[in-house]
């Protein structure tokens, strides 16, 4: 059976994007595959040095994934830093990773335009990193969103360059997702994606609560509908479509489809109904989190349990890497 490695920084609330890109695929993979689910705590450094919110954030987002219906005794549920073979595995991987690569990557020129004051080099080499993640467990399938589809594709030469060079130890791994295409939740705004760290009023956070969700909803961009029928959606309005096709059911979307198609859509209707379809949706998962939250017991143990099992996976693949590598001496 394949082996599946997913992960998400712990920067913030999840938010819906976190949550179609990547786990609601978790949750599905882990009846059917062997799956290594990790909390990314290393990655969050190159962003955000600080750690005073990190316990909590840990805490938070480990219980929304305990949420959203991850089961800790299916999958291996884990924190990056507390898997130490991570670190290892990065640092043979970085004589794999040309600089020149690195610097070409989409999201490290726009991790540099946001935290212009603080290109350090793990920045620079996160995609290293992520393939360390996912190459530490063997892994072949990748569940992503679409913004990631680049970082796969440089685990990929990164295998295979290791591969190659050393024989052949891992897959080359692939992104998936359940449906044919990966996933991008587009922000309210319009303008790029959902995201932790980005502009917090366009993304709708499984934390957020029922009058926020709906407040922010009923301030995405629209316009005062087509003119004429059958005209193509502008990006804004076809972002609105998406966001209800992933919350509402099919027969809403058919009825606003249509309206927009003969002119006559109403948006704020629109909103309204996607803004209580998404509280139907978000405040079952909030309610769940902050409760599984409280019970820090449970988390460490969750926490314990995933790491021994993460463990013992890493320790198997580093046997092999060193041995491929030549570094056995007696
Ligand atoms: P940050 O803002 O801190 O960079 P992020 O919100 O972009 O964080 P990550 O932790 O980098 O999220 O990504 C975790 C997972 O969520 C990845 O699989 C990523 O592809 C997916 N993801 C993040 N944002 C979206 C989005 N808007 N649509 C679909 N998938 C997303």
Redesign the pocket.
């Known amino acids: 059976k394949e082996i599946v490695m997913?992960?998400?920084?712990p920067?913030?609330f999840l938010?819906?994007?976190?949550y179609?890109?990547?786990l609601r695929n978790f949750v599905r993979m882990q009846d059917e595959y062997p799956c290594f689910f990790m909390l990314?705590d290393l990655?969050?450094l190159t962003?955000h040095p600080d750690t005073k919110e990190l316990k909590n954030n840990i805490h938070r987002v480990l219980a929304e994934h305990l949420a959203s219906g991850l089961n800790p005794d299916k999958c291996a549920l884990y924190c990056q830093s507390h898997v130490f073979e991570t670190a290892e595995l990065y640092l043979y991987l970085n004589m794999m990773s040309m600089v020149g690569e690195l610097e070409k990557t989409p999201t490290f020129k726009d991790k540099v335009r946001q935290h212009p004051q603080n290109v350090n080099s793990g920045l620079l080499t996160y995609p290293v990193l992520q393939a360390a993640d996912i190459l530490l467990h063997r892994a072949h399938l990748v569940?992503?969103?679409?913004?990631?589809e680049q970082h796969l594709e440089m685990a990929r030469n990164i295998a295979g360059r290791f591969n190659h060079r050393y024989g052949d130890v891992f897959p080359e791994p692939v992104a998936f997702n359940f449906g044919s295409e990966l996933?991008?939740?587009?922000?309210l705004d319009g303008a790029g994606?959902?995201?932790?760290?980005?502009n917090q009023y366009a993304t709708l956070y499984l934390s957020d609560p029922d009058d926020l969700i709906r407040k922010k909803v009923m301030k995405a961009t629209t316009d005062s509908g087509p003119k004429e029928p059958n005209t193509p959606k502008p990006d804004y309005i076809e972002n609105l479509f998406l966001l209800m096709k992933l919350v509402s059911t099919p027969e809403v979307v058919q009825k606003f489809e249509a309206d927009y198609n003969a002119c006559t859509i109403r948006y704020g209707d629109m909103k309204k109904q996607l803004a209580e379809d998404m509280v139907n949706f978000i405040s079952p998962i909030r309610e769940k989190a902050a409760a599984i939250q409280q019970d820090t017991e449970y988390l460490k143990k969750v926490m314990v349990q995933g790491a021994e099992k993460a463990r013992v996976s890493a320790q198997a693949t580093m046997k092999v890497v060193r041995e491929a590598m030549g570094l056995n001496y007696y």
């Open positions: 997913g992960g998400i920084r920067t913030g938010h819906l994007g976190n179609f890109g990547a990314a990655h969050s962003t569940p992503v969103g679409k913004d990631q996933v991008k939740v587009p922000s994606k959902m995201s932790k760290s980005e």
